[in-house]
């Protein structure tokens, strides 16, 4: 099966015509617009503000419709299941994009043009960014592909698994990519391959020298410079842009995977479940992990190291369970919740002179 991304020329005039005036009288537009939503709806840890307006599009079709109907001038934020954002206290101008429950199709595929022809031993599948990635981890294992059961314990989409390179276990997101599928702020689709990007630990970014795109990596979040930048100089090192708003979000990813033993990928992923049940607090309103683990130690032992376990402001509390967790327990606001993390961060900078770096994203304006 092969997946076709081209609009129409047709479609794609009407687009253009959206201007200056706003988006929601563009002739053709089929999605949902809400206005001044609270984004705790939204985000995992049920706390923030208000967006300006959200949009629930009907299809990627109508993604591409209205991006290209946006005036250049007003911001753009994409969402998947909101696992690893908090959106401040004073909202977020703009568009706010939902895709979770929008960008949901998921495949097995034998042949895609441009990669190479499957080989007895693997398999592509292919899913969208809005695609839960528990539920990309239980159909690799369903369809008898191993390799991918670490994806049941990354609370977020493959959306915002791609743009952060997420993982777990030890395992990552970019080990299993053939070819993904992005959109630019233009509304127009195009397939990169992994070469196109460099990747590591929880980043990923365009090489230099892509013409095609004004990106630092891509993302399902909105556009910002890349919130974990390499140290300074190292960037030109590796053939990174230096940091630019990012202009270009992943729309799905074709993934490949060796085949083997379903039932035992299976258990694998009830083991893995069980293991973050046991661990993480998952009965309280969290957005999973808060660092990044610095090289050779990990956050939530340094965290709880310095005695911050507990700590809390207002609603906001640094887990007694698990360290690198900020839970809310009950009626945090996001100014709680950054406090909490800004004071992690400072307190071990000056105990231990290491400086956490964020795996959380912080968007919108504060109070």
Same mark, same amino acid.
């Given at each position: 099966?092969?997946?076709?991304?081209?609009?129409?020329?047709?479609?794609?005039? @009407?687009?253009?015509?959206?201007?200056?005036?706003?988006?929601?009288?563009?002739?053709?537009?089929?999605?949902?617009?809400?206005?001044?939503?609270?984004?705790?709806?939204?985000?995992?840890?049920?706390?923030?503000?208000? *967006?300006?307006?959200?949009?629930?599009?009907?299809?990627?079709?109508?993604?591409?419709?209205?991006?290209?109907?946006?005036?250049?001038?007003?911001?753009?934020?994409?969402?998947?299941?909101?696992?690893?954002?908090?959106?401040?206290?004073?909202?977020?101008?703009?568009?706010?994009?939902?895709?979770?429950?929008?960008?949901?199709?998921?495949?097995?595929?034998?042949?895609?043009?441009?990669?190479? +022809?499957?080989?007895?031993?693997?398999?592509?599948?292919?899913?969208? @960014?809005?695609? *839960?990635?528990?539920?990309?981890?239980?159909?690799?294992?369903?369809?008898?592909?191993?390799?991918?059961?670490?994806?049941?314990?990354?609370?977020?989409?493959?959306?915002? *698994?791609?743009?952060?390179? @997420?993982?777990?276990?030890?395992?990552?997101?970019?080990?299993?990519?053939?070819?993904?599928?992005?959109?630019?702020?233009?509304?127009?689709?195009?397939?990169?391959?992994?070469?196109?990007?460099?990747?590591?630990?929880?980043?990923?970014?365009?090489?230099?020298?892509?013409?095609?795109?004004?990106?630092?990596?891509?993302?399902?979040?909105? +556009?910002?410079?890349? !919130?974990?930048?390499?140290?300074?100089?190292?960037?030109?090192?590796?053939?990174?842009? !230096?940091?630019?708003?990012?202009?270009?979000?992943?729309?799905?990813?074709?993934?490949?995977?060796?085949?083997?033993?379903?039932?035992?990928?299976?258990?694998?992923?009830?083991?893995?479940?069980?293991?973050?049940?046991?661990?993480?607090?998952?009965?309280? !309103?969290?957005?999973?992990?808060?660092?990044?683990?610095?090289?050779?130690?990990?956050?939530?032992?340094?965290?709880?190291?310095?005695?911050?376990?507990?700590?809390?402001?207002?609603?906001?509390?640094?887990? !007694?369970?698990?360290?690198?967790?900020?839970?809310?327990?009950?009626?945090?606001?996001?100014?709680?919740?950054?406090?909490?993390?800004?004071?992690?961060?400072?307190?071990?900078?000056?105990?231990?002179?290491?400086?956490?770096?964020?795996?959380?994203?912080?968007?919108?304006?504060?109070?």
């Amino acid at each position: 099966m092969r997946h076709d991304y081209r609009i129409s020329e047709s479609e794609s005039s @009407a687009g253009g015509q959206g201007g200056a005036s706003p988006a929601e009288n563009t002739v053709g537009l089929r999605g949902r617009f809400l206005h001044h939503e609270p984004m705790k709806k939204h985000v995992s840890w049920r706390a923030g503000g208000i *967006a300006q307006r959200v949009y629930i599009p009907a299809d990627l079709e109508d993604l591409c419709w209205l991006v290209r109907s946006l005036p250049a001038s007003e911001s753009i934020h994409m969402f998947g299941l909101g696992s690893n954002l908090l959106v401040r206290d004073g909202g977020l101008p703009g568009v706010s994009i939902l895709l979770h429950g929008v960008l949901k199709k998921i495949a097995l595929e034998s042949r895609v043009a441009g990669l190479p +022809s499957e080989r007895d031993d693997t398999a592509l599948v292919y899913a969208e @960014a809005g695609v *839960a990635s528990p539920k990309l981890a239980r159909f690799c294992a369903n369809h008898n592909l191993i390799g991918g059961e670490f994806w049941a314990g990354i609370p977020g989409t493959v959306g915002g *698994a791609l743009a952060m390179n @997420a993982g777990c276990y030890g395992h990552e997101t970019w080990e299993k990519v053939a070819q993904v599928v992005t959109l630019n702020r233009d509304g127009q689709l195009r397939e990169r391959r992994p070469e196109d990007y460099v990747t590591g630990y929880r980043h990923v970014a365009l090489r230099v020298g892509d013409s095609h795109a004004n990106a630092d990596g891509g993302g399902l979040l909105s +556009s910002r410079p890349h !919130p974990n930048p390499l140290p300074e100089g190292e960037g030109a090192k590796v053939g990174l842009r !230096p940091p630019t708003p990012i202009e270009e979000w992943f729309i799905g990813a074709w993934f490949r995977l060796p085949k083997g033993d379903g039932v035992a990928s299976r258990l694998i992923i009830k083991d893995l479940l069980q293991k973050r049940i046991a661990t993480q607090p998952l009965q309280q !309103p969290n957005a999973g992990s808060v660092f990044r683990n610095p090289p050779g130690d990990h956050a939530a032992r340094l965290i709880e190291a310095c005695g911050l376990k507990g700590y809390r402001i207002g609603d906001a509390q640094v887990s !007694p369970k698990h360290a690198n967790f900020i839970v809310n327990l009950g009626n945090a606001s996001a100014a709680d919740i950054e406090g909490v993390i800004e004071h992690v961060e400072t307190t071990l900078e000056a105990m231990t002179n290491i400086r956490l770096l964020r795996e959380v994203r912080i968007v919108g304006e504060r109070n």
